[in-house]
T-cell receptor, first 113, second 114 residues
Framework: GENVEQHPSTLSVQEGDSAVIKCTYS??????FPWYKQELGKGPQLIID?????GEKKDQRIAVTLNKTAKHFSLHITETQPEDSAVYFC????????????FGSGTQLTVLP | NAGVTQTPKFQVLKTGQSMTLQCAQD?????MSWYRQDPGMGLRLIHY???????DQGEVPNGYNVSRSTTEDFPLRLLSAAPSQTSVYFC?????????????FGPGTRLTVT
């Protein structure tokens, strides 16, 4: 089955700086890679996703890049703000897996004012 | 739309007790799933369903049962609770689209087994 590894487990940045979180996956059949943000006491919420036919996707201050050859994808947050502080999870979904998502272990991002 | 709702929010059980965690969605999604979240381990899939009457096991199914009699509801049953089942449980739902689609998560149920 799919195995998704996520680094780093914790990340602290100064407000206004950029943050990068990286994930690698094992199943070459995976073709959908979402990123979720989880605030304390809440369920995860999708912030951006990318499919295997795309190399990069942007949404305002958030971008995701995908390298299918190397089997890794990354989340980039620019101009970080205190409200970006949360736990971020990457995930991978393999084609034909009946929508089974395999999640990374999470990154606690802290944006220091 | 209420989205995905879960009850209860918190629950304390003694070892050996049984209970059902409730999950409902009002988005007419075919796919529903249950995850457990433990510190440092992300979310792990317990069971999932691709439609009424169809369920299947995920990564960590032991100790849990599910059924899907309607599109809206997907309850998770613990038949004999164990301390190892202390966790936060999330239900999620989504459409089934080629190429993947967003999964919507409920607010979670925090379960403690003593």
């Amino acid at each position: 089955g799919e195995n998704v590894e996520q680094h780093p487990s914790t990340l602290s940045v100064q407000e206004g700086d950029s943050a990068v979180i990286k994930c690698t996956y094992s199943d070459s059949a995976s073709n959908y890679f979402p990123w979720y943000k989880q605030e304390l006491g809440k369920g995860p919420q999708l912030i951006i996703d990318i499919r295997s036919n795309v190399g990069e996707k942007k949404d305002q201050r958030i971008a995701v890049t995908l390298n299918k050859t190397a089997k890794h994808f990354s989340l980039h947050i620019t101009e970080t703000q205190p409200e970006d502080s949360a736990v971020y999870f990457c995930a991978g979904e393999a084609s034909g897996s009946a929508r089974q998502l395999t999640f990374g272990s999470g990154t606690q991002l802290t944006v220091l004012p | 739309n209420a989205g995905v709702t879960q009850t209860p929010k918190f629950q304390v059980l003694k070892t050996g007790q049984s209970m059902t965690l409730q999950c409902a969605q009002d988005m007419n999604h075919e796919y529903m799933s249950w995850y457990r979240q433990d510190p440092g381990m992300g979310l792990r899939l317990i069971h999932y369903s691709v439609g009424a009457g169809i369920t299947d096991q995920g990564e960590v199914p032991n100790g849990y049962n599910v059924s899907r009699s309607t599109t809206e509801d997907f309850p998770l049953r613990l038949l004999s609770a164990a301390p190892s089942q202390t966790s936060v449980y999330f239900c999620a739902s989504s459409q089934i689209l080629a190429g993947g689609s967003e999964q919507y998560f409920g607010p979670g149920t925090r379960l403690t087994v003593t």
